[in-house]
């Protein structure tokens, strides 16, 4: 039974990775970023769950969460670009929950590892376990805002879809050219060019945090339907 979610997690994954560059590299709002978009979310949507249930299935917590985290960012970004009037939903109090839920696991799993009441991955500092808690209660605590001031709208909303999609593409490329060592020669191991692929989303993110800061940029970004950020593009 694994064999069909592992065929469907690697092929989501590949097509999320390609398709995540093509994002990027379309302008934003354009017809092309839209397509791609759509096929990346698609995509990581199969390659997240695929992922939670063959860690389930293994018994693997951290990729289980994983799954689940790159299942949250992924959808609630997706939202963020289709709901251009500033509103909330029975779903959005649903995407907290389930952010909290994620988020409290990974931390108190984190606090078992720190005191070694649970067995660590090889390879995978400590740090690395409490950053990975705080990303699902970041997104939370984003929520939180979201919903007490009854939506989100302007630079805040593509903030919010830029960032969620941007780690959530980062959790691909970090599963993969990190994870999957193995799978690539020895000299790109040696010359240290995975890291630089894994480490790409969070470079693009903080590029366009930046970016939809400064006005005059570049004409306008717009995602979504019928929103228009003028000086972000």
């Not at 354009?30 to 249930?53: D, E, P, Q, T």
């Not at 693997?60 to 969460?65: K, L, M, P």
């Not at 070694?116 to 997104?139: E, H, K, R, S």
């Not at 590029?207 to 972000?232: A, V």
Request: net charge positive; with cysteine; charged share 10%.
């Amino acid at each position: 039974m694994r064999l069909p979610f592992l065929v469907l997690h690697i092929a989501g994954g590949m097509i999320g990775l390609l398709a995540g560059m093509f994002a990027i590299v379309f302008r934003k709002g354009s017809r092309g970023h839209r397509v791609a978009g759509n096929v990346f979310v698609v995509s990581m949507l199969i390659m997240g769950a695929a992922a939670s249930y063959l860690a389930f299935m293994k018994n693997e917590t951290e990729n289980f969460f994983g799954g689940l985290l790159t299942l949250y960012m992924i959808t609630t970004a997706w939202l963020t670009a289709r709901c251009s009037q500033p509103e909330t939903s029975l779903f959005d109090w649903g995407a907290l929950a389930f952010a909290l839920s994620i988020g409290a696991s990974l931390l108190i799993r984190s606090v078992l590892v720190a005191r070694g009441l649970a067995a660590a991955q090889p390879g995978v500092p400590l740090g690395m376990y409490f950053f990975t808690a705080a990303i699902p209660l970041l997104a939370a605590t984003g929520d939180v805002r979201m919903l007490v001031r009854g939506g989100i709208s302007g630079r805040a909303r593509i903030a919010r879809h830029l960032w969620r999609m941007c780690y959530g593409w980062f959790i691909a490329t970090g599963s993969f050219f990190l994870g999957k060592q193995q799978l690539f020669p020895a000299v790109l191991r040696k010359q240290y060019l995975l890291v630089p692929l894994a480490i790409f989303p969070l470079v693009a993110l903080i590029y366009w945090l930046l970016r939809i800061r400064i006005p005059g940029r570049g004409g306008s970004l717009m995602i979504g339907r019928g929103e228009d950020l003028q000086g972000t593009a």
